[in-house]
């Protein structure tokens, strides 16, 4: 993929995530999760930074398949 196809996944991936962690986290509050049995291991801010990391990647992912199947036969098999 070019570096323009490539922007123009990740940025909207971006943006999805951004709005996931609005809205999850209006929610939920880090403190009240817990990883088998316990608290996290995780002030407030890292479970922000790590939940949107995983936020980012999966909408990033469901882009790139996006746009991966809109590729024609002869971009995929070049």
Do not use: C, H
Request: avoid cysteine; proline fraction near 5%.
């Amino acid at each position: 993929m070019t570096t323009g196809k490539w922007m123009a996944v990740a940025w909207p991936a971006f943006l999805a995530a951004g709005v996931l962690e609005i809205l999850v986290f209006a929610w939920v509050d880090p403190q009240d999760l817990r990883w088998q049995g316990g608290p996290l291991p995780l002030s407030r801010q890292g479970v922000y930074t790590v939940a949107f990391f995983v936020f980012w990647a999966v909408t990033l992912a469901s882009s790139a398949l996006t746009a991966l199947l809109d590729m024609r036969a002869d971009e995929v098999n070049r």
